[in-house]
């Protein structure tokens, strides 16, 4: 199965909450700021996400999503 990690970096506050659970440490807050004037968490080290979906559940404002990709018939 194929999934993908996606954060809403206009709805995060830069809280870090999710950066600090990360267990891969995959998460850092971004330097530059959203549209509301917050560093967002972003992913820094994508190879390294195991989706393991602690950022999500830790996530207070529901900003983090791991989706699973359809498979694409052959």
Do not use: W
């Amino acid at each position: 199965m194929t999934y993908q990690h996606i954060i809403d970096s206009n709805r995060c506050k830069g809280c870090g909450l999710c950066v600090g659970v990360c267990p891969k440490h995959v998460l850092e807050i971004a330097k530059e700021v959203n549209v509301k004037g917050y560093f967002p968490a972003y992913q820094a080290r994508p190879e390294d996400c195991v989706f393991c979906t602690t950022c999500c559940i830790m996530c207070p404002d529901v900003a983090i999503t791991i989706v699973e990709l359809d498979a694409v018939p052959a």
